[in-house]
């Protein structure tokens, strides 16, 4: 009984973790203390111009939560947890941090309870009366938040496709293009692992008119790269292969089925189409995916889906399913379609 109350208030006090994680990240700690040198409080406090005591009860609780080690003397160190926080680590999640628990996502989940009686998804048009990527075009800070967000999302992510797609034979792949592929991390990081490939990056002419984003350039790839202005629902660059990374679950059956179905039409002779998400497993499995569907509940109209959920998406579409590839964690799986 002992473990099972501890258990549920560990549920109930974990908002209290994640906000304190956010403070910390919203303020810069983690940018002014270092793995092996310890900093005292007060020039922590000097650092991020914040009141001395209560930055020190800050990474006091920083320290209780694993991110921060307390040395002494009110000196503090990060930890391994936490160096994953600072805005210059290769893996960042300070972005994720900054998004997810930021002012406009953490005010949707007061909607949950409502959206679950009445059966009426998407708190954002509650909360701000407007689609998200609506409310982004108004709201400066949480376009900078989403943006950066979705950059650091993406560097998880690439790992984990790369390491799906270990066993699977792409010598005869070519043209390999990422469907609403942002600024092109994905890309860059499947064109920087198989030299042979050329890549084409496409979304709104806005998110690749943004030069000094784009990640082709960064890796190095960017003779072997090209950046395609337009819109899925359109018009899709003739490709071998496509992947779309975590986007049908934005989009309802009918809109997936379209998106697939345009890829079908532009796609050469025996292409690949790779949907990429977090697939939901079965009913008696934990799993993030089932967490993130709530998410998306809150966050628009799209949902999270089962592997068979997504392969009936793909016939609909006249694709053929060609099999399920998922890394060892199974964090995300690819959903393989042939033409």
């Known amino acids: 009984m002992d473990n099972t109350i501890g258990h549920v208030a560990d549920l109930i006090f974990g908002r209290w973790r994640s906000q304190i994680l956010y403070a910390g990240v919203e303020l810069g700690v983690f940018d002014h203390l270092d793995l092996a040198a310890s900093r005292r409080f007060e020039e922590v406090a000097g650092s991020v111009k914040a009141d001395p005591a209560h930055i020190y009860r800050l990474l006091r609780a920083l320290a209780s939560i694993g991110l921060l080690k307390e040395t002494g003397e009110r000196g503090f160190t990060l ?68 943006k950066h967000a979705m ?8 790992d984990l496709v790369l390491e ?3 066993n699977l034979d792409l010598s005869d792949v070519h043209t390999f293009c990422d469907v609403a592929g942002g600024h092109g991390y994905l890309m860059s990081a499947l064109l920087r692992a198989y030299p042979h490939l050329s890549g084409i990056v496409l979304d709104l002419p806005e998110v690749v008119g943004d030069q000094g984003e784009l990640s082709a ?9 090209r950046y395609v202005g337009g819109d899925m629902f359109t018009q899709i660059p003739e490709a071998d292969t496509y992947s779309l990374k975590m986007i049908l679950h934005d989009w309802n ?12 039409r532009s796609a050469r002779p025996d292409a690949r189409v790779f949907i990429v998400e977090h697939i939901v497993p079965g009913h008696d499995e934990p799993h993030f995916g089932k967490l993130f569907d709530i998410h998306m509940m809150c966050w628009g109209t799209g949902r999270e889906r ?22 060892s964690s199974r964090m995300m799986g690819l959903i393989e379609g042939r033409r």
């Open 79 to 146: 930890t391994a947890a936490g160096d994953l926080l600072r805005a210059e680590h290769p893996r960042s999640m300070r972005a994720m941090a900054r998004l997810e628990e930021g002012p406009q996502h953490y005010a949707l989940w007061k909607h949950l309870p409502a959206m679950i009686r009445d059966g009426r998804q998407n708190a954002f048009t509650r909360e701000f009366h407007r689609m998200a990527f609506e409310h982004a075009q108004v709201d400066g800070d949480y376009a900078e938040r989403f």
């Open 151 to 158: 950059s650091s999302y993406s560097a998880l992510q690439a």
């Open 164 to 166: 799906a797609l270990r």
């Open 217 to 225: 350039a960064k890796f190095g790839v960017q003779d072997r790269c």
């Open 253 to 264: 059956d009918t809109e997936c089925v379209e998106i697939l179905s345009n890829v079908r």
């Open 306 to 327: 089962t592997e068979a959920e997504y392969v009936n998406l793909l016939e609909k579409a006249g694709w053929k399913h060609a099999g399920s590839h998922y890394p």
